[in-house]
Structures are given as C-alpha cells and as structure tokens.
C-alpha cells in the first residue's frame, strides 16, 4: 500500500510539475463588445520546461460565428519561450446571439513524454441592450363595454441578443378590470418579437374616468429581476366622455413640472408632476416624487403617485404610494414598504397599506380600501440558483373577505445551457358574513435548456379554482423543441393549452341559499393549439411559417361558445438600412359550436418603419377568434374590421425641440362602430434646466348601428419644466477628468498645449465624452478600483498609471501623449506567368522594441498593416511559414517627429516553379 501510494504521488507530482511548465491561456480574461466590431485576444503558450514542445493542433470548441482567423499552423515552441497567438472575431449578429459568452479553444501539444490536450477560454461581454420591450400597436386600445369580454394583443420583444424567460404581471390601474391571465411566461430568442393576447372584463365601470391604465412589468426568470416595464393606455367606450388626465405618463427624471389642462368636458385643472433626488445627511439620501391635481370650477384636489424614499446603507424606506409586482397578488395603495439586504445576495421587505390608488383627495370620496400586509424575502445570485419566498394578508371591507396568499419561487441554474424553475403557492379565503371559504394551491415547473442543436422549453403551471393569487383557477402548458440547422434556418414544433376557470367566494352581500345565482361569478375560457414553424433568413430577409390546428373555448352563466380551426401563419420582416418592414397574415378554415358548415377567415398586419416614423394597419375578414362569435346587431358571418395608425417622434433644433405625433381610426363592421384619435406630445428647451411642455388630444367615437350615437372630445394641456442636477449617491463619488495632449512629457496642462475635446474615456465598462474643454465627469461611481483607458483607437497613451482607487471625489488632469504611427504592407514577387492569387490576411506582423515589449499587428484584406508605437528602436519580423519572405526581419528608428516610410514585406510563394518552354 505504502509503494501504490508513493507511486500515485509521484505520478500526480509529475502531472502537475507539467501542467505548470505549460501554461496555455487568453491575454485577457475578458474582452468588451458591441455589435459590428472586429476584436482581437491573444492566446498565450508558454514553455517552462527545459525541453522543446510541439503544438500541434489549435481548434476552437465550436463552429463560432463571426470567427475570422486563428492559427491553424503547427509549430514547435523552444524551451523557456513563450508566443502570443492572435484570435480574431467580428461581433456580427450570430455571434451576438451566442447563448454562451465563453469562447473556448482546445490547444494539442505534444512533448518528449506525452501528447496532451487542454483547453483556454475568455468571456465577451456583450455590449446590448438588455430590455425586454412590451407595447400594443396603437396608442389607445378601446373596450366596448357591452360585450362580456374584449381582447388586446400584447407585443414582447427581446432588444437584446441573449435568449431570455421572462414573466409578465398586468395589474390594472385603478382597479376595476379583470385581465385574463394576470401573469404570462414567455421564452424569447435573441431579437425576437411575439405577440400575446389578453382577455380584459370591466367589472366595475368607472363612468367618471373611462380611462384604465395596465401597467405590464417583466421580470427576468434567471435572476427575478425587472427588465422591461410599460403603461398600456385603455378607452371604455361611453356616450359621455369625461376626462381628467392625459393619458401620456410622466417622463424624464429629476424634474418638476406645472401645467394647465382643458378639455371638452370643461373638467379643468392644474397638474403637477415632478422627482428628485437630494441629501438628507451625509449617511442619509432621498427621493421624492409627486402627482397633483387641482380642479378649478370647484376647488378640490387629488394627491396620487406621490411618495418619499429614504435609503441608509442597505435599508430603504418608502412611504406614500407603493406598488410592487413580485407578490403572487395585486400590490398597489398608499401605505409604507421598508426593505433591507444583508450578505451578499440576500434582500428582506415588509409592506403595509390600503388598497387605494389615490393618496389623498377631495375630489373622490375617500372610501376604505383594503388593508393589505406582506413580507418577502429573497436569496441566492443569478449565476447558480435563487429565489424568493412571499407572503401577503388582504382584509377587504368592501367585499368582507380575508384573503392570504403564501408563494416560493426558485430558479436553479446548472450550467449556462440548463436552467429549472420551480414554483408553489397556497392560499385561503374567508367571508366574513356568509362564513363560507376557500383554501386553494398553485404549482409550476419550467425548464428551459440546450442539447447540441436541439432547444427545449417545457412551461407548465396549474392553480386550483379557489386559488387567491394571480392565477386563479388556471392551467397553462407550453411544450416547444426547437432545432437549429444553421444560423438562418430552424424550426419548432410547439403544443399549447390554457385554460382559466376561477371560483370566487359569493357576494357577502347576498344570500348564500341553492338555486341562487346572483351572488356568484362563472366563466370559463380555453385555447388548445398544436403547431409546427420554420424560419429561414435569405440576406436581410426573415421567413415565418407555422401551420396549427386550435380549438377555443369560453362561457358564463349565459352562453357559451367554441371555435375548432386550422390556421396558418405567415411572418415575412426586413430591414432595409432605416427602412423596416413586417407582415403578417393568418388565414384560418375554421366552425364554430359544432356546426357542420365550415368558413374562411383571414387576419393580417403590416408594418412600416423608416427612421422614426411608422405605420401600422390590420384588416381582419370574418371571425378568427371565439370571441367574435357573439352576434352583435345581427351581423352575419361575413364581415371586416380594419385599423390603422401612424406615429412619428422627432428631434429639432440641435435636439431642443422634441417630440412626437400619432393618429389611428378603427372600423369595425363586426361591433358597428368606428373610433379615430389624433395626439401630439411636445418639449421645447428654453435652457439646460428649463423647458415649456406640450399635450393634445383629439378623438372621437361613431355608432354605424341603428339609432345609435357618436361624440367626439379634445383635451390638451400647456406646461412649464424645470430639471433639476443628479445628486450623488451615498456611499459614491463624483469623478472628473480634464483630458490634454501633452506635448513635453510632463504631465502638466501648459500654455501651447491643446485640451481633447470629443475624447471617448472608459472607467472600466462606463463609458463618457469629453466637451469643447476637455472635461468628462462619472457621477455616482462606487468606491473601488477602476481603470482608465482613453482614445486607444488613436493609439495614445497615458502620463499616469491608468488603475485609479476611487474612495473620494476625484478632480485630474490626464496627459496623453500620441504614439507614432507606423505602416506597413506585404507584397508578392510573382514569377513570369504567374497568375495564382495569395492571401495573407490574417498574418501577424510583431514588432520587439528594445525592452523587451512585444506588439503585435495583424494583416488585414488589403494586405496593409499598422502599429501605433512610441519612440524608440524596433525589430519588425514576421514568423509565418507559409510562404518564403525575402527579409522577415527588419529593424527601423521611431522618432517624435513620425516615422513616415512604408515598412515593405516581400514574399514569395514555396515549393513553386513555372518553366517556360519556347516552341
């Protein structure tokens, strides 16, 4: 036992003695990218050992996209040397889409003893926007409230070029919609766009505002963080039209605004929106943000999205108005919501608040909404697994129920090609007067993964009918497997079913005795689709098309109805330089309840983008969903609806003057009714604080039917904005650079020396420009360790070490001193009647200057190469045996004055001769 174990020692000694004396690895473990750009990362090979090695084969790990050159030559690598091997990549658009941001290389060598095979990796970071995008094709999306449901297509699209999971909460605004499902998951490819619908209810008509509002979060699955968010703008059609706030939400930060609102109704007021950040203490900073309204005919007022954060540390402090979508619960009202994070990835929250969206106000009756109380806690980091554990108490006086909902939610990440979620929720309910109640569960499992070329999503989720959380008496399961052929084709097949059928607890007000239906609440509503896709990209174009089968359902106590279809859908999109194209059609053959006849039905949208205007319109023949089903003022089976909308936002006036228009109408032959809306936003700067503000609205609303109505409104609005200068973060610093060339090498700003205006400086990822002074700032940077990195592509160079501890505010002045520029080409000396074409793209030119320093060049496709070096003496050599050069070595002087001669490589091809026979 003693030898084996000294025997395996020596062995593991002796591997590891080898695996120190060759070291393979990336000069930079990580390199920044954007989109479009060409970068390079050297792999480095060094020999420790005492003995020549043979590096044999260089691969990388897979077929990478963008991929423009590595080695591909053997060569041997002498004892104690090291060589820097240039890898070569452009950030196209498939490249970007890479689900991985490791680019591995596998590297064979091969020694007197043994042949192995190890490997070197780095990381890109990619450079793109990371929101996820969500919005309707129109501005304002009507609902006509005699109809037991109306339907709104929901566009998600991924602006960045990673596959993402995102989770999608709709809460309605105030309350008073009921949004079918109330929460979505969606799995988007890099770039992709898809479109969901939702069903929305009015069940409660707010005939003073017809507005709702629908604020759509998306919260990221892999690390439950919020990526995209925006306000969906609703219109309950109504004979009397009364409006009291622009539809338009409030933009900009750190600002204040006063402005005065008129409209037909005559229900004028001043408005006042604004936010800010500012210093309580040293250890103690603030924001604040307010929404004010202030009727004049009548002298009330409403106070609303007005709140007061207070952040020490790690702890912050809200109170006012909170909302919050990560509760399996609707979260809004006017209380507090304190939160602290300790550890490293660890964050706990406590909230206490009524249910009601105004804060204070004369103008409503301030009735008693419900008291709501909840905890959260979250754990764990966005690299291997995470999650959050919830908890939320409702006490509804209006309703005269109790409700809790616990949830856990937990995401498990086992390398970068898998990741699992899982989900559970319980819940229960209780009437406080007619004593009856409910205890209901949710679960959910969703995996998401990568094997080869194959890609997997299984979403699958169920809650009971008397579940209390947001998806009440629903089951949704979304199986899909995908298959890449090549970076422009691949192709799906998807299987879809939802259902939603809630049971509520009755109407406290009402009598619980058999047979009585008016204290309840029923519907039922179910999509079954099975359907395969296939893309491909022909040059700038991309192709869609998914043949399915479907069926829907949907009921109440009343009636129900069901469609069974065939459907296929096409999806052509381009872009054309600024020009943007997409259409799609969806024709359908489809029956409805059963009944023997069949039918035609076609849907189809275009859309046209150029710049920043576009143009959007649907045209919809005959019935294509269950909900068109309902026979409204007795319309046959034939019938068309139409929309259309156009927008345009615009910069003017060196950027002073901004803002945008948009104008759409709608038919419907279906719903006899014909809608159109003209508004206008506007912000003109007077100076670099202050603006005047803008806001029009026009609409109108026809009923083609039978002694039916129309009316028409306006409402526009004049303002005035004062911004307001970012506060510095606690715990941050303010940095500042004043960026010179220094001529004299002394690091200091002379009289003849010139500043650098337009200057692109980096502190490590933050990126700023220098202004006609030369001076950059960096607001709110943590303390910590950054590096300074300007004008490379210049090929200047820093006076000062360019590693900076930032621990207080900074203020300094950076010489940079402009390393010479020198150039150089290859050229071939071809025999008489040679006519075979070489290529030396690709082939890296060094340059070693008297101290050691090696820089390197790489050839590009018009055979032309460059360096940027200081002054100095430099041996400029080529070791590439592919073809025979006539001096690999030359040697040449730099001076501050330039070097302006042309370094002129002669090669010519190996192994060939052309002879001439004369006849």
């Keep these: 036992m003693l030898f084996f174990v000294f025997v395996l020692l020596n062995f593991s000694w002796a591997f590891a003695q080898e695996k120190k004396d060759i070291q393979i690895h990336f000069e930079n473990d990580s390199v920044a990218v954007e989109k479009g750009s060409t970068f390079t990362n050297f792999l480095v090979i060094e020999n420790k050992s005492s003995e020549d090695i043979i590096i044999q084969n260089i691969m990388p790990q897979e077929n990478y996209p963008g991929l423009l050159f590595y080695p591909k030559n053997d060569f041997t690598l002498g004892a104690g040397q090291s060589k820097n091997l240039p890898v070569k990549l452009i950030a196209n658009v498939d490249f970007m889409k890479l689900r991985s941001n490791e680019i591995k290389f596998k590297v064979s060598y091969t020694t007197p003893a043994v042949t192995r095979t190890e490997s070197a990796s780095f990381f890109v970071a990619k450079g793109e926007n990371k929101n996820i995008a969500i919005y309707t094709a129109t501005y304002e999306n009507f609902i006509n409230p005699a109809l037991p449901q109306s339907s709104i297509l929901l566009t998600v699209e991924n602006q960045g070029y990673s596959k993402r999971t995102v989770k999608i909460d709709l809460q309605s605004i105030p309350d008073g919609l009921e949004i079918l499902p109330k929460q979505q998951t969606v799995s988007l490819e890099g770039l992709e766009k898809q479109t969901i619908e939702i069903k929305i209810v009015v069940r409660k008509q707010n005939t003073l505002y017809p507005e709702f509002n629908i604020n759509a979060i998306v919260t990221d699955l892999l690390d439950n963080k919020i990526v995209g968010s925006n306000t969906l703008y609703l219109v309950v059609l109504s004979h009397n039209r009364q409006i009291a706030r622009g539809n338009e939400a409030a933009s900009g930060s750190n600002f204040a605004e006063m402005s005065y609102n008129e409209n037909s109704s005559r229900l004028n007021f001043l408005q006042l929106r604004g936010n800010t950040a500012f210093r309580i203490t040293e250890n103690l900073k603030s924001r604040f943000n307010i929404g004010a309204d202030y009727y004049l005919e009548d002298g009330r007022y409403n106070l609303y999205d007005t709140w007061l954060e207070l952040e020490r540390k790690n702890t912050v402090l809200r109170l006012g108005n909170v909302n919050s979508s990560d509760y399996d619960y609707p979260v809004f009202g006017r209380g507090g919501k304190v939160s602290t994070k300790f550890g490293e990835n660890n964050q706990i929250e406590i909230l206490a608040l009524e249910n009601n969206y105004n804060l204070y106000g004369t103008y409503f009756q301030q009735t008693e909404g419900s008291t709501i109380v909840g905890t959260k806690y979250a754990f764990g980091n966005a690299k291997s697994f995470n999650g959050k554990v919830s908890y939320i108490f409702d006490h509804d006086p209006r309703l005269n129920v109790d409700t809790q909902v616990a949830n856990a939610v937990s995401a498990l990440l086992i390398n970068d090609k898998h990741t699992i979620r899982t989900e559970v929720g319980l819940s229960h309910e209780k009437g406080l007067l007619n004593k009856d109640e409910n205890a209901g569960a949710s679960m959910g499992a969703n995996y998401d993964g990568k094997i080869g070329k194959w890609d997997i999503q299984s979403f699958n989720s169920f809650a009971t009918k008397s579940?209390?959380?947001?998806?009440?008496?629903?089951?949704?399961?979304?199986?899909?497997?995908?298959?890449?052929?090549?970076?422009?084709?691949?192709?799906?097949?998807?299987?879809?079913?939802?259902?939603?059928?809630?049971?509520?607890?009755?109407?406290?007000?009402?009598?619980?005795?058999?047979?009585?239906?008016?204290?309840?609440?029923?519907?039922?509503?179910?999509?079954?689709?099975?359907?395969?896709?296939?893309?491909?990209?022909?040059?700038?174009?991309?192709?869609?098309?998914?043949?399915?089968?479907?069926?829907?359902?949907?009921?109440?106590?009343?009636?129900?109805?069901?469609?069974?279809?065939?459907?296929?859908?096409?999806?052509?999109?381009?872009?054309?330089?600024?020009?943007?194209?997409?259409?799609?059609?969806?024709?359908?053959?489809?029956?409805?309840?059963?009944?023997?006849?069949?039918?035609?039905?076609?849907?189809?949208?275009?859309?046209?983008?150029?710049?920043?205007?576009?143009?959007?319109?649907?045209?919809?023949?005959?019935?294509?969903?269950?909900?068109?089903?309902?026979?409204?003022?007795?319309?046959?089976?034939?019938?068309?609806?139409?929309?259309?909308?156009?927008?345009?936002?615009?910069?003017?006036?060196?950027?002073?003057?901004?803002?945008?228009?948009?104008?759409?109408?709608?038919?419907?032959?279906?719903?006899?009714?014909?809608?159109?809306?003209?508004?206008?936003?506007?912000?003109?700067?007077?100076?670099?604080?202050?603006?005047?503000?803008?806001?029009?609205?026009?609409?109108?609303?026809?009923?083609?039917?039978?002694?039916?109505?129309?009316?028409?409104?306006?409402?526009?609005?004049?303002?005035?904005?004062?911004?307001?200068?970012?506060?510095?973060?606690?715990?941050?610093?303010?940095?500042?650079?004043?960026?010179?060339?220094?001529?004299?090498?002394?690091?200091?700003?002379?009289?003849?020396?010139?500043?650098?205006?337009?200057?692109?400086?980096?502190?490590?990822?933050?990126?700023?420009m220098t202004d006609k002074n030369g001076k950059v700032v960096f607001q709110n940077v943590p303390e910590g360790t950054y590096t300074l990195k300007v004008n490379e592509s210049a090929g200047a160079r820093l006076m000062m070490d360019p590693v900076i501890m930032v621990h207080t505010n900074i203020n300094r002045k950076v010489g940079l001193v402009k390393n010479i520029k020198v150039s150089g080409k290859l050229t071939e000396i071809r025999q008489a009647y040679d006519v075979l074409e070489t290529d030396v793209t690709g082939i890296v030119v060094y340059a070693k200057s008297e101290d050691g320093m090696i820089y390197t060049a790489v050839v590009n496709q018009k055979n032309e190469f460059e360096f940027f070096l200081k002054d100095g003496k430099y041996n400029l050599y080529i070791e590439n045996d592919k073809y025979s050069y006539t001096q690999p070595t030359q040697t040449i002087q730099v001076t501050k004055e330039g070097y302006s001669k042309t370094v002129v490589f002669e090669y010519k091809k190996k192994d060939t001769t052309i002879k001439v026979k004369k006849f």
């Design 467 to 768: 579940y209390a959380g947001i998806k009440r008496g629903s089951f949704f399961s979304n199986q899909r497997i995908g298959r890449q052929f090549s970076a422009a084709q691949r192709a799906f097949i998807q299987y879809q079913n939802s259902q939603v059928e809630p049971e509520f607890l009755s109407f406290q007000n009402e009598s619980t005795q058999p047979g009585n239906t008016s204290n309840l609440r029923y519907y039922f509503n179910s999509t079954e689709a099975l359907g395969l896709g296939y893309q491909f990209s022909l040059r700038n174009w991309n192709f869609l098309l998914s043949p399915k089968v479907e069926k829907q359902k949907t009921a109440n106590f009343y009636t129900s109805q069901e469609l069974f279809s065939y459907r296929l859908e096409a999806n052509i999109s381009t872009t054309l330089g600024a020009h943007g194209l997409n259409l799609t059609a969806e024709y359908s053959y489809s029956k409805e309840n059963d009944k023997p006849d069949w039918f035609n039905s076609l849907k189809t949208t275009l859309s046209y983008r150029y710049k920043s205007f576009s143009l959007n319109g649907t045209a919809q023949w005959n019935v294509t969903s269950v909900f068109d089903l309902n026979p409204y003022y007795d319309v046959n089976r034939n019938f068309a609806n139409y929309n259309v909308y156009a927008s345009y936002n615009f910069q003017m006036f060196n950027h002073n003057l901004t803002g945008s228009f948009s104008a759409g109408a709608f038919y419907s032959e279906l719903y006899k009714n014909l809608n159109s809306n003209i508004t206008g936003n506007l912000e003109y700067k007077i100076s670099p604080s202050w603006s005047t503000t803008g806001y029009f609205n026009l609409s109108g609303y026809r009923s083609t039917a039978e002694y039916a109505s129309s009316g028409s409104y306006y409402q526009y609005r004049v303002g005035i904005k004062k911004y307001f200068t970012t506060a510095t973060a606690f715990g941050n610093h303010k940095v500042a650079f004043q960026i010179f060339e220094d001529k004299n090498f002394n690091g200091l700003l002379e009289s003849g020396e010139s500043v650098l205006a337009n200057e692109i400086v980096k502190l490590d990822n933050y990126v700023a």
